[in-house]
């Protein structure tokens, strides 16, 4: 069993569609899958055509009691299942300061999944704070996209430094989200940031329409457009990541 945190500090880079996509192809494989949507927003949930409801919301969470299972739903994929994001979500982080043992209550939630999903994929809400220190304990690996642009190639520093800091040991891949080849910025900060790091991927996501047809369709780029660039490259992520976890 595997728990796999898509997390960035920073949104609009590709988070989610990364989570999505990375889950559907695993499922592809006739590995079980659960999606577990933790972003308020919800749009994982919405890219898989359920309801964005997660009845209990934080105080659910916050338990990290088996009553956790009773929310998951299927989805029109087989082996891939969704826990569902909620608006309740917001308020998160302040339930869980509440909380005794506050920076490892969803470990305990995520305990509870590793019994019943190969894999274990979170959408994570774009921030840092008690929510996210909770992933990175309960996470096997951190996958994290950065767009190759002078503000979101810092945050590979910044989220470095937040994981030391904290004294956080994860296992983390960064990879280059919603590339445009054409551009010789794009190119050369991919090209400098992968001279600099062994922990970047080499598995490039193209800035591609199809990604942005998700939210028409409502569906994994492979399910609407399976011959499609960006189908090829979230496969290819896929299998690199299971180097990853191996």
């Known amino acids: 069993m595997r728990v796999v945190a898509v997390f960035s500090p920073k949104g609009g880079v590709g988070k989610t ?15 079980r899958v659960l999606l577990w949507d933790l972003d308020p927003q919800g749009a994982a949930t919405f890219y898989l055509r359920v309801a964005p409801r997660l009845d209990g919301g934080s105080r659910l969470l916050v338990r990290g009691g088996g009553d956790i299972t009773g929310r998951i739903l299927g989805t029109d994929y087989e082996y891939l299942d969704v826990l569902p994001s909620d608006v309740a979500l917001r308020t998160l982080d302040l339930a869980l300061d509440k909380a005794k043992g506050s920076r490892r209550r969803l470990s305990k939630v995520a305990d509870v999944l590793m019994g019943e999903y ?22 096997d690996l951190l996958l994290v996209p950065v767009i190759p642009a002078p503000l979101s190639v ?31 910025l794009h190119r050369e900060l991919m090209e400098q940031v992968m001279s600099e790091r062994d922990d970047v991927l080499r598995t490039v ?24 660039a960006a189908a090829a490259a979230y496969a290819e992520l896929w299998m690199e990541l299971q180097e990853s976890l191996r």
């Open 154 to 184: 810092r945050t590979l520093d910044q989220l470095d430094d937040a994981l030391h800091e904290g004294g956080l040991e994860v296992t983390t891949r960064y990879f280059f989200s919603l590339v445009d080849g054409r551009r010789q």
């Open 17 to 31: 569609s990364a989570a999505v996509n990375v889950a559907h192809r695993a499922a592809l494989e006739r590995r």
């Open 118 to 139: 190969d894999l274990v994929v979170i959408d994570c809400a774009p921030s840092l704070g008690l929510v996210s220190e909770n992933l990175f304990r309960a996470a």
């Open 205 to 228: 996501i193209p800035e591609d329409p199809d990604i942005e047809l998700m939210g028409i369709e409502r569906a994994p780029v492979a399910a609407f457009a399976p011959t499609s």
